[in-house]
């Protein structure tokens, strides 16, 4: 059985989908959605194809990205018959599946239920930082959303507690913008800790939306339910799941 998490806050079809359900197995046990891991390509796609059925969707209209880390969004009127390369999709057509594969990172779900246009964003902290999020927002006003009516909501992601950082990775964000440091607290020694969800919602209050929320699930502190990047390279694994998270009209 899948497990699927939403929003109250969404009024479209979408979900956050945990890795229960999926025919994956050993460190990939469950619903691995990410073509980019080494897991065997037929597992992922029986993982793919239950996740587009249970969302009313065809197999070829479940869209995914190759992900890069940047402010790049596309826009779709269909299904791309490639992976392209980018972190953010909007759409305002019937019947496309926008996709954002994660492991640690913010996977961001949009909608304008007024004015039937959707967006999707992968936002790990070069993402957030770099302005994903302000450019899905305005690539989905380009398709007339207005962005009082955009709903934003985060999935599940790391969360503070389990995200330590350098002093190098803080200067990075404090360097440019000081109030920066209001989303760190100290860790151990020298070291930090960083609310990547907090840090996202900022950022999609500041853009204006109308409403943004995070689910309030980690990734980090729950293995049964989800895949973690970090969780993975601190057991020393070589390799990791992708969890996906999807909206449609």
């Keep these: ?27 990939f046990q469950g619903l691995n959605c990410g073509p980019g891991s ?59 599946g926008l996709g954002i594969l994660t492991a640690d990172c913010q996977p961001v779900l949009f909608a304008d239920p007024m004015a039937q246009v959707i967006g999707a964003a992968h936002a790990g902290w070069r ?48 360097d440019d913008d000081p109030a920066s440091a209001r989303f760190f607290i100290h860790g151990t020694g020298s070291r930090y800790l960083f609310d990547l969800p907090a840090y996202g919602l900022h950022r999609l209050r500041q853009a204006g939306v109308g409403l943004a929320e995070w689910t309030r699930h980690c990734t980090y502190r729950d293995p049964d339910r989800f895949y973690s990047f970090r969780r993975t390279t601190h057991a020393g694994e070589a390799d990791y799941g992708r969890l996906i998270s999807v909206i449609r009209l």
């Design 1 to 27: 059985m899948l497990e699927i998490l939403t929003s109250d806050a969404i009024p479209l079809r979408h979900g956050f989908f945990t890795r229960k359900g999926g025919a994956s197995s050993g460190i």
């Design 38 to 96: 080494t897991d065997l390509s037929g597992a992922v796609l029986i993982n793919r194809n239950r996740v587009a059925d249970s969302l009313g969707l065809s197999h070829t209209a479940l869209v995914s990205l190759h992900q890069i880390h940047s402010a790049t969004v596309v826009t779709l009127t269909a299904p791309p018959t490639d992976r392209l390369q980018a972190d953010g999709m909007v759409t305002a057509t019937p019947g496309v």
């Design 127 to 174: 993402g957030a930082k770099g302005g994903v999020l302000e450019a899905t927002v305005d690539a989905m006003e380009a398709l007339g959303a207005k962005r009082e009516n955009i709903i934003a909501v985060i999935g599940p992601t790391i969360s503070q507690p389990s995200y330590e950082v350098g002093p190098e990775f803080f200067e990075t964000f404090t």
